[in-house]
């Protein structure tokens, strides 16, 4: 009963904020820039309060250390929770999305606005030369850049191949790779009632660029399964 409390108490506030939140982000960007993430990570923000106080769902930082600079950072995606978590906890990155998303009437004209990178899962040539174009840009501000990259979120247990998409980012982006491995769906699983718990999202040691495609993908595949894997192992 409790934990249905809590549900619905972050259901309505959660939402009776972003009903201020969005609007007021969609306006910054008219601006973009600066400008424009800090108002989006207002939105996060108010996302992590409601998360922490209201539904008790707490965030702790695990693994190895942040690169200094800006990196490509590649996640285990198992709910909606990371995917506002990781924007906040990383400042705004570049994130790669689905280009259906950026065909969205306005709502696709703020995320290019924000400055994130659309793949199209037809890959044709134009569509990649875009991805890549896309890729430099965001390198050359300077910003790090998030992909989920099983292209879906799975359920615990679930440990399905990396995207092809993946490794061309790597090699036109020339950052470091991040793999970040987490365990969001015991406590906000797809299906069923979000509860009270601890997400752990563990950081890898960082990938240096410049490493063949093989091996790319297999190191980041296992970084982003490391508690899956020890899961199966306990």
Request: charged letters at 20%.
């Amino acid at each position: 009963m409790i934990a249905r409390l809590r549900a619905l108490a972050f259901e309505i506030l959660f939402y009776a904020g972003s009903a201020v939140l969005v609007p007021f982000a969609c306006a910054t960007a008219l601006v973009g820039g600066a400008t424009m993430r800090r108002g989006v990570l207002l939105w996060f923000q108010w996302h992590r309060l409601v998360s922490r106080y209201v539904l008790g769902i707490e965030t702790r930082i695990t693994g190895a250390a942040r690169p200094e600079g800006p990196a490509f950072y590649v996640a285990k995606h198992q709910s909606f929770y990371e995917t506002f978590e990781l924007t906040r906890i990383l400042g705004a990155p570049v994130v790669v999305m689905k280009r259906e998303l950026g065909d969205i009437p306005f709502w696709g004209w703020v995320a290019k606005r924000y400055g994130a990178i659309m793949v199209d899962r037809d890959a044709s040539s134009q569509a990649l030369r875009e991805m890549m174009r896309q890729a430099q840009a965001a390198r050359a501000a300077g910003r790090p850049v998030l992909l989920f990259p099983e292209g879906t979120r799975v359920d615990p247990g679930e440990t399905p191949a990396l995207k092809s998409g993946f490794a061309g980012l790597y090699r036109a982006l020339g950052l470091p790779a991040v793999p970040i491995a987490l365990e969001t769906a015991r406590v906000w699983p797809r299906k069923g009632m979000k509860h009270a718990g601890v997400v752990e999202f563990r950081f890898a040691e960082p990938l240096p660029p410049g490493m063949k495609r093989e091996a790319i993908e297999a190191a980041a595949h296992a970084g982003i399964n490391a508690i899956e894997t020890e899961r199966l192992v306990g």
